[in-house]
Nanobody, 121 residues
């Protein structure tokens, strides 16, 4: 069982930056691929980014390349999502997820509770 707790969300102005963190429980963090998803009001949850357990490979949604970056620190059991040049359409609840299998395509086995990101204009 893996428990995931996100933090770092909040209110930010257009063009600003936020870094989300997701702390995972357990001693096998490095064996899981980790990912970020988001869900905007009235929309389906969508994939944002994922990273392999070894940290060698990452995958980012095409629409977010150049603005978002995913990283992880296995020593701290934490995965990060750095978000730059934020836009109003980035407003959503952001979820952290863990997968036993490949980092892409990402099939979540565990989910966090989500953290709200609101980008104001």
């Amino acid at each position: 069982q893996v428990q995931l707790v996100e933090s770092g969300g909040g209110l930010v102005q257009v063009g600003g930056s936020l870094r989300l963190s997701c702390l995972a429980s357990g001693r096998t963090f490095s064996s899981y691929a980790m990912g970020w998803f988001r869900q905007a009001p009235g929309k389906e949850r969508e994939f944002v980014a994922s990273i392999s357990g070894s940290v060698r490979s990452t995958y980012l949604a095409d629409s977010l390349k150049g603005r978002f970056t995913i990283s992880r620190d296995n020593a701290k059991n934490t995965v990060y999502l750095q978000m730059n040049s934020l836009r109003p359409e980035d407003t959503a609840v952001y979820y952290c997820a863990a997968a036993r299998r490949s980092y892409y395509p990402f099939q979540s086995d565990y989910w966090g509770q989500g953290t709200q990101v609101t980008v104001s204009s």
